[in-house]
DNA sequence: GCAGCAATTAATCAAGTGTATAATTTCAAA
DNA sequence: TTTGAAATTATACACTTGATTAATTGCTGC
């Protein structure tokens, strides 16, 4: 028999190419799909090979955790775009609830690495970096928003407006994506801005522009 | 070697136990967890009886997802209470944000089986049946508010803010139930109601009541 | 071109998985 | 008390899993 040929690859490509296989493993076959001949036939690799870039599975499963939460912060946080505090909440509310943040890949993954967050520690901290992360910029951007229009908020009274918009964005975040046919005939983005508008206390219309 | 001493017992009685013991493993280890001899010694029994009350492990998962989901809405649903429409809202928002709903087993068991929804079509089917029926009791519990306040409001306009409070009352089970240390020194129902009240234009202070 | 090192493969292992089945025990009916 | 059917156990099997290691290959510097 003739051995496989291969090449040889950067190790960043390598550990990219690997958590990619496991996120659309993750994604198509669930986390119990994810195995690693899974993996490594999908990263076009042979399993052992994981375990040079990766010392568990576990690692490398936290890996793939953690590239999939920063680019999905990424792309919510590029929806922001610039201009005032008003219109870049409204650009990361609109990217929060359509694609390619709101999808069902998306989702699908999410659920998947969720399930492990109880039980497994070190999923627990890669989860709270990347909520707290996310809850950070939500926050600021509240702030920014609320001095913006002159006003001015207690601190808490700041975290508190995050908190709830947070969870709304979440919930609509997994409604969405989930798909179920209910969204299909509802216009998503507009419900989306005229919710967080009056849970601010900002005239929708406006808060559109 | 002395066989193991056993009890006959009713076939419901079984049932229950085993899914019972399903849904604590995989609480405490994930549904990685939950293999067959983990739920079969948390229910004092042999794994091989397993195949006696439930054709396939997978069958036995899903029954304890369908009773899961029908626990958890039960209890929110037991909230409500009787009463005007106003104060079944307020009690089903209690009840969704904290204890015993909104807790940290719950959320676990919720996000490993929200896990297998995409990949497992016997799941995602009582992932659906669950789900419609908690938005349908938003959605009817949001109509009898909107006309106990002697207000109108078409059909579509009824669905769009049942599916703005599910998500958002999702969104904070969610994070409540996750348990960062950031709810520890909120009142979360006084947050909940206030929301949902702004949302539909309910004065705060009146739906408190 | 070639030597040597790092990257990769191939093959194997022990442990754990869900499932199947025959042997045993419980329990109710006669 | 006995009997027979139903419930439960014990054991085993085939398979998959993550991990390990030696052999092989590709590549870079000389």
């Known amino acids: 028999m003739t051995r496989k040929v ?11 190419d690997l958590i990619a296989a496991t996120l659309d493993s993750i994604a198509e076959l669930g986390l119990a799909g994810a195995t690693v001949r899974e993996v490594a036939f999908r990263a076009g690799v042979t399993p052992g090979l994981i375990r040079r870039y990766f010392d568990n ?4 499963v936290a890996a793939a955790y953690r ?23 409204a650009g990361l509310i609109r990217a929060s609830v359509t694609g390619p943040v709101a999808d ?7 659920a998947a690495f969720i399930g492990t967050v109880h039980s497994d520690p070190a999923m627990a901290t890669v989860h709270r970096e990347g ?3 996310f809850r950070g910029i939500i926050e600021q951007l509240v702030g920014e ?3 913006e229009r002159g006003e001015t908020a207690a601190k808490a ?16 975040w997994i409604e969405i994506s989930m798909g179920g046919d209910d969204f299909s005939r509802l216009d998503v983005v507009r419900v989306a801005l005229d919710s967080v508008a009056t849970l601010l206390g900002i005239d929708p219309a406006e808060f559109r522009n």
């Open 131 to 133: 909520y707290q992360a």
């Open 104 to 110: 069902s890949r998306a989702l699908s993954i999410w």
């Open 57 to 60: 599975k576990e690692r490398l």
């Open 6 to 16: 291969f090449h040889h690859e950067p190790e960043a490509v390598r550990q990219n």
């Open 157 to 172: 009274e700041i975290r508190s407006h995050a908190i709830v918009l947070n969870a709304l964005l979440d919930g609509l």
């Open 67 to 89: 590239s999939f939460i920063a680019d999905l912060t990424a792309a919510a946080e590029a929806g922001c775009g610039e201009g005032s505090a008003h219109s870049r909440l």
């Open 145 to 147: 928003v609320i001095s």
